[in-house]
């Protein structure tokens, strides 16, 4: 019942404030609310004009999508287009990908992207899915098809032949991952099944249907690492030291063919542990400030195989420059390498053996370049995780 005039009404539990204290409260509530939407949709505009998180860098390794073009009246394509360039250019979004990655990985312990990074023990990473389903392959998911195998032969094979016209034999490289030299660091969750690898797959299928030389340095790189650390813990790729017994594994196989070529010793290096860096895994995941790889290696090689880089050309294909190295090894043969990212650091070790190495980064064989260059040897490096690209050699 509604209490009568003048008369005060005791307050008990549960009941709402009187209007005269609720009203300001929400009035401040609602004003703050505002503020911040509307700080919500200004500050990205405004750091995308000041660059207020301009210390904070893209750690993608990718081109961001432009700002489109408007051509009237494809008005539907242009909005598209804008949705694209606006997800990934707003303000403050690599800043706000910084404070996500540490909170994921620093508080909660995991990775903030799993397709992309995968966190290892012992302070290894690991590449993920997104690197051509290189989990799945470890974990033997995604064994290559006689299919595919019959096409990379085929194709290998036809490369063989055209290039024997010319004199030049064909050698092929298969740079293992990381889960392969290093499977003791990979988290316990990962099991493998016991099926023969894709690397195992290929090598027997060359072995049996093609002549193929195909060089091998696993076992190499297993036993090398009880001297050194050969892998990069925060990289996709191998470090200084496993690219020497990679490029030595290269070299020994070749000379069975060449046998002027140098004798690969590895007494004759001159082999000092420097700082690590960080590595492209903990770049994707805004880590790169607080994590590194524990160490790295300086190699200096004996005099009589030191070499001349003769030209760098830039190659927006793969951003790994096209080059020529030269030694005072007249009597090698001259080497064409093509490979991928992996021979960037084989550029030290394997040139030493040869009179001459062009090597180019690509995905694809050219062969008009490799018969103007006219090479006794052709590599063809591939990792492990991408060798189904080889059909489209």
Request: charged share 20%; with cysteine; aromatic share 12%.
């Amino acid at each position: 019942m509604p209490s009568s005039k003048g008369s005060v009404r005791p307050l008990t539990t549960g009941e709402p404030l009187p209007p005269r204290q609720e009203v300001p409260a929400r009035h401040y509530r609602f004003f703050a609310t505002g503020i911040g939407f509307i700080a919500l949709l200004v500050l990205p505009t405004l750091d995308q004009w000041l660059g207020l998180s301009a210390g904070f860098k893209s750690t993608e390794k990718r081109l961001l999508a432009p700002f489109p073009a408007f051509e009237f009246p494809h008005v539907r394509t242009f909005i598209s287009q804008f949705g694209t360039y606006y997800k990934e250019n707003f303000g403050w979004r690599n800043a706000l990908f910084y404070q996500y990655s540490h909170w994921k990985f620093g508080v909660l312990g995991v990775s903030p992207l799993p397709e992309k990074v995968v966190l290892g023990k012992n302070g290894w990473f690991f590449p993920g899915n997104s690197h051509n389903m290189v989990v799945n392959q470890y974990r033997g998911l995604k064994p290559l098809s006689t299919a595919t195998l019959d096409s990379i032969s085929t194709r290998l094979v036809g490369y063989q032949q055209e290039l024997a016209k010319q004199g030049t034999k064909l050698y092929v490289l298969v740079a293992p991952d990381s889960y392969t030299i290093y499977p003791e660091n990979v988290p316990d969750y990962l099991k493998t099944r016991k099926s023969p690898s894709n690397f195992d797959l290929l090598k027997q299928h060359l072995a049996q249907h093609t002549t193929i030389p195909l060089v091998d340095v696993r076992e190499k790189l297993r036993a090398a690492k009880t001297i050194n650390v050969t892998y990069c813990q925060t990289d996709t790729h191998w470090n200084d030291f496993g690219s020497l017994i990679a490029s030595m594994g290269l070299a020994e196989r070749v000379r069975q063919d060449f046998p002027q070529m140098p004798q690969p010793q590895l007494a004759g290096y001159r082999i000092r542990p420097k700082a690590g860096s960080p590595g492209d895994l903990v770049f994707l995941l805004a880590l790169n400030r607080e994590i590194q790889d524990s160490v790295n290696y300086q190699i200096d090689p004996p005099a009589p195989l030191r070499i001349k880089k003769l030209e760098s050309t830039p190659n927006p294909e793969t951003n790994l420059p096209t080059e020529r190295f030269v030694t005072a090894n007249t009597q090698s043969p001259k080497l064409f390498l093509l490979g991928d990212s992996f021979s960037y650091t084989m550029n030290q070790f394997v040139p030493s053996y040869f009179r001459e190495m062009y090597v180019v980064r690509s995905p694809r064989l050219n062969l008009s370049q490799v018969k103007a260059e006219r090479p006794d040897v052709l590599v063809i490096e591939i990792v492990e995780r991408n060798i189904d690209m080889l059909t489209a050699l």
